[in-house]
């Protein structure tokens, strides 16, 4: 799944809420242990929609599915099927 990233007024926003709720003692019911996961998911996504933004480029600029398969750690085919939709081929 891609996802659109976010603008510099988008986080701006974000940080200027972060900022208050921090300036007016932030408090938390979240477990820490979630709160720690939910955070590792967030940068897991945030990295998955780099890897198929660059896969895209590397294809769009004429990469073979091997070379790309190969610099995410998979066959080309694999990557083919898991990317081939950002750069608008059907999955075999």
Excluded: C
């Amino acid at each position: 799944m891609i996802t659109l990233r976010r603008s510099s007024q988008d986080i701006i926003n974000q940080a200027e809420e972060l900022a208050d709720y921090f300036e007016h003692g932030f408090v938390s019911d979240t477990p820490p242990a979630i709160a720690k996961l939910r955070a590792a998911a967030h940068r897991r996504a945030l990295a998955e929609t780099d890897v198929a933004e660059a896969v895209g480029e590397a294809a769009r600029a004429g990469h073979s599915w091997r070379v790309i398969g190969a610099a995410v750690g998979t066959s080309g085919e694999a990557a083919r099927q898991r990317y081939g939709k950002v750069v608008g081929q059907r999955p075999a």
